[in-house]
């Protein structure tokens, strides 16, 4: 069993902070890329920033020099500091894992339950 657990999530005022954590844990061999992805309702859920194992990042347009995205391979967990955060960013905020488990040869995706995150006054 593998599983991932965002933290971190909560109503914020616009131009406000938040640091989101998602932590891995189980029978995990290895951890691949990581990252953030969002949905807000009625929309598709879309790309937020990932990050490799070896520490290579990538961002969504709208969110670069705004939001942060990084690792503790230790802790096979993953953050995102955002910054200066909009109303329009308002969704829930999912996490993915690309892990081989002990037993299995193969990668394989595994999400997070997701977290809330409000942008409002």
């Known amino acids: 069993q593998v599983q991932l657990v965002e933290s971190g999530g909560g109503l914020v005022q616009p131009g406000g902070s938040l640091r989101l954590s998602c932590a891995a844990s189980?029978?995990?061999?290895?951890?691949?890329?990581m990252g953030w992805y969002r949905q807000a309702p009625g929309k598709q859920r879309e790309l937020v920033a990932t990050?490799?194992?070896?520490?290579?990042?990538n961002y969504a347009d709208s969110v670069k020099d705004r939001f942060t995205i990084s690792r503790d391979n230790a802790k096979n967990t993953v953050y995102l500091q955002m910054n200066s955060l909009k109303p329009e960013e308002t969704a829930v905020y999912y996490c993915?894992?690309?892990?081989?488990?002990?037993?299995?040869?193969?990668?394989?995706?595994?999400w997070g339950q997701g977290t809330q995150v409000t942008v409002s006054s």
């Open positions: 993915k894992a690309l892990i081989i488990r002990y037993g299995s040869k193969v990668y394989n995706d595994y």
């Open positions: 189980g029978s995990i061999f290895s951890i691949n890329a």
């Open positions: 990050i490799t194992s070896a520490g290579s990042t």
